[in-house]
């Protein structure tokens, strides 16, 4: 995971943590920037700082993405509902972003069309959403946008409410697997030279004369501690920001959540967004890897930021009472409910009543060497890498390799047909989700899909053996998103996942049944339904030393 690593395609195979922890604690390498958070925003740092010639090293106090770029809604979106609060610097960004996204990752970040039905009396109609629609395909420099009259809008949606429907307007935004979108972005970043370490917690910023020169780490598997020193230390830490300024309280955390529902229960060909029937806030159903998505809810998340987030009940009857609005046919009950997640947004406070009214633009500070950023969305990480390393370049030493223009995240790929035993459409979406990798992933095992998920048990097996899996959890939620897109987070198929990964995790067997056991117990908690008097305790914490 060093700088010895440089232009290797793959990730961190077993054994690599440790050896890059012994390396970090010899104290060999002199880093220049060290970045916490291995959420979207840190990986994109990493990955831009890398391309420089920078010597950077990331450190994620649990998995990668294992905050909120996990719990994302997945869309790369310009987010229509910011142009029409007027928020048109954001919208715009984004839209031109996710264009960029659309061309340098097919098959991670893949267009989808967007149906908004209207309904007579209600705003907005098909009017001003015309005008909107206007605006946001001249920003992305292609036409989308459509209008079906309701006889066309219930083609598109059979069961879409019919009372009082006008029609609905069509355009095209995009979707991904935010987890993958990190872990793309962060094999980029290595294969560029830089470091990225899991489960090793920064606890305190280091300081000389007042200004930031170190941190120190904990590593959250041993317990052991160790200091490095770097001129510039990025504080990545989304919703955590607060923490390591030692400031604030300049985060607003705000929950949003998921409910995931087998497609057939309520098959939907795009995303349909429409105003809650009570609060009139968006939400949206959408389909996703296999499966249907509802979502999501947006309000104050009082809970420690430290426990997994999870739905509440109230969020639940929020959610099934939206789509059971605007899907009246199909009658959905908590037991048509295949799993949830939920996701802490990590908003810049602007002091406005509403969680939804709060501004989602990124925001940097700049405490004497220690730079935060916060705000922002998924869909922007590249400018967003881009704004902090400028606020960091006084600090550094001019870059090795300077910016060649507007490089791409993602380098590109050779354009070679798909080898003949898989579909096109595998290999696109294989290509997307590990890049140069992609060959070595298919050669690793069998392109036959786990149950009915488009994942690969190849898939698995490489994750398992080259990502930097630490837990079953990382494996099952992250890598891959088996454990939200299978009934009983994937329960059934346990045994033959074992069968397949103990090996290539190098785990005994009593490391595999307390994985198993974990996992079950963090599916439950966090990942189901919300049970009666549910143990709010985190069980997934590693052990205190
Ligand atoms: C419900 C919801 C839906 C959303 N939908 C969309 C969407 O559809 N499209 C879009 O573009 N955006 C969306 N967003 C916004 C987007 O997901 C976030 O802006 C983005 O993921 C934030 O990334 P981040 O890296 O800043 O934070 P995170 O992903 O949370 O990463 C921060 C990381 O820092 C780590 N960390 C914290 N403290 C420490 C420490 N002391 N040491 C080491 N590591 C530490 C945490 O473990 C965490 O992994 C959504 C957000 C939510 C919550």
């Known amino acids: 995971m060093g700088r010895d690593a440089r232009r290797r395609a793959s990730g961190w195979t077993a054994g690599e943590r440790q050896r890059a922890l012994e390396r970090l604690r010899s104290g060999t390498d002199d880093w220049e920037l060290i970045i916490i958070g291995g959420g979207i925003t840190g990986a994109g740092i990493l990955r831009e700082a890398a391309r420089r010639g920078w010597r950077a090293l990331l450190v994620e106090q649990r998995d990668f993405a294992w905050g909120t770029s996990s719990r994302s809604s997945k869309m790369v979106h310009g987010g229509l509902r910011y142009l029409a609060a007027g928020d048109y610097r954001l919208t715009r960004d984004a839209v031109r972003e996710r264009e960029r996204l659309l061309t340098e990752a097919p098959g991670l970040v893949e267009r989808m069309q967007y149906l908004q039905p209207h309904y007579r009396g209600q705003f907005p109609g098909p009017r001003p959403m015309r005008a ?103 504080n990545a830490t989304g919703a955590w920001a607060d923490r390591l300024r030692g400031q604030g309280p300049s985060i607003r955390p705000l929950r949003g959540s998921h409910l995931v529902l087998p497609y057939w229960r309520l098959p939907v060909p795009c995303s349909v967004s429409f105003p809650h029937p009570t609060d009139r806030r968006p939400v949206f159903v959408f389909p996703w890897e296999g499966v249907t ?109 300077p910016a060649q223009g507007d490089e791409p995240v993602f380098r590109p790929l050779p354009a070679a047909p798909a ?81 397949l990964c103990q090996p290539l995790l190098g785990w005994p067997d009593s490391r595999w049944t307390q994985e198993e056991q974990r996992y079950r117990d963090l599916w439950q908690r966090c990942y189901g339904l919300p049970s009666d008097g549910a143990d709010c305790n985190d069980s997934t914490k590693e052990p205190s030393p």
């Open 293 to 401: 998505v509802i979502g999501t809810t947006d309000l104050d998340h009082d809970r420690p930021l430290d426990d997994e987030a999870r739905i509440s009940d109230p969020e639940v009857d929020y959610l099934l009472a939206a789509a059971n609005q605007i899907f009246p046919g199909h009658g959905l009950r908590r037991a048509d409910i295949q799993a949830s997640w939920s996701g802490v947004r990590p908003v810049v406070a602007g002091g406005a009543d509403a969680p939804s009214k709060e501004k989602r633009e990124h925001v940097l500070w700049d405490d004497r060497g220690l730079i935060s950023v916060a705000g922002g969305k998924l869909t922007t990480f590249r400018l967003i890498a881009l704004d902090v390393l400028r606020l960091a370049a006084p600090r550094l030493p001019p870059a090795r390799r």
């Open 132 to 234: 909107l629609l206007w605006l946001y395909d001249r920003i992305a420099g292609r036409r989308s946008r459509a209008f079906h009259p309701a006889a066309e809008a219930r083609v598109w949606l059979p069961q879409l409410q019919a009372d009082a429907l006008i029609g609905a307007s069509r355009f095209a935004d995009a979707v991904t697997d935010d987890a993958r979108l990190v872990l793309r972005t962060l094999s980029e970043a290595l294969a560029d030279g830089a470091s990225a370490v899991n489960y090793l917690t920064a606890t305190e910023i280091l300081r000389q004369a007042g200004e930031a020169c170190g941190v120190r780490l904990r590593d959250r598997l041993s317990g052991e501690e160790f200091t490095l020193r770097a001129p510039v230390i990025i």
């Open 419 to 499: 080898p003949a035993a898989i579909a096109a459409g595998i290999w696109r979406r294989l290509q997307g989700r590990y890049g140069a990798d992609a060959p070595r992933v298919l050669a690793s095992g069998a392109a036959e899909p786990i149950a009915a998920t488009a994942t690969l048990w190849a898939e698995l097996g490489w994750t398992a053996a080259n990502e930097a899996v630490v837990h079953l959890d990382d494996l099952l939620l992250r890598r891959t998103r088996l454990g939200l897109l299978l009934p009983d987070g994937g329960a059934r198929l346990l045994p033959r996942i074992r069968a």
